[in-house]
C-alpha cells in the first residue's frame, strides 16, 4: 500500500514557476514507478509526466516538454514536478500516482493504483 500526498499548488502569473512535491509513505516506494497527472474542468485527466523506479527514466507529455521536470528522491519517499514558464492552460489540478510493484513508468492512468488527493495550479495574471 503507498499513500501520496501532494503540495505546492498555488496562483502564479504565466510565465512563473511553480515545484510541487508528492510526499508518499510505504516501504516499496523506491520500487514504484511514479506519475504526474492533471485534469481541468472538463477535460480527462491526463499524463504530464512519470518516472520510473531505480534507473529514473522520464517520460513527459509533449505539450510541457522543456519546461516542466520530474525527480525523485526515494531517502526522502520523494517525488517532484518543477513547473517553469507557466501558461494558462497549464491551469489544472495535479495528481501524483504511483504503480502498484511495477518499476516502469507509464502514461497511462490506468497503469497505476494509488493517487494523492490532489493540489490546485492556476496560472492567470
Known amino acids: 500500500q503507498v499513500q501520496l500526498v501532494e503540495s505546492g499548488g498555488g496562483l502564479v502569473q504565466p510565465g512563473g514557476s511553480l515545484r510541487l512535491s508528492c510526499a508518499a509513505s510505504?516501504?516499496?516506494?523506491?520500487?514504484?514507478?511514479i506519475g504526474w497527472f492533471r485534469q481541468a474542468p472538463g477535460q480527462e485527466r491526463e499524463c504530464v509526466a512519470s518516472?520510473?523506479?531505480?534507473?529514473?527514466?522520464?517520460n513527459y507529455a509533449e505539450s510541457v516538454k522543456g519546461r516542466f521536470a520530474i525527480s525523485r528522491e526515494n531517502a526522502k519517499n520523494t517525488v517532484f514536478l518543477q513547473m517553469n514558464s507557466l501558461k494558462p492552460e497549464d491551469t489544472a489540478v495535479y495528481y501524483c500516482?504511483?504503480?502498484?510493484?511495477?518499476?516502469?513508468?507509464?502514461?497511462?492512468?490506468?497503469?497505476?493504483?494509488?493517487w494523492g488527493q490532489g493540489t490546485q495550479v492556476t496560472v492567470s495574471s
Open positions: 518516472v520510473s523506479a531505480i534507473v529514473q527514466n522520464t
Open positions: 500516482a504511483a504503480r502498484s510493484n511495477n518499476w516502469r513508468a507509464t502514461t497511462g492512468r490506468d497503469d497505476y493504483d494509488f
Open positions: 510505504g516501504r516499496t516506494f523506491s520500487s514504484n514507478a
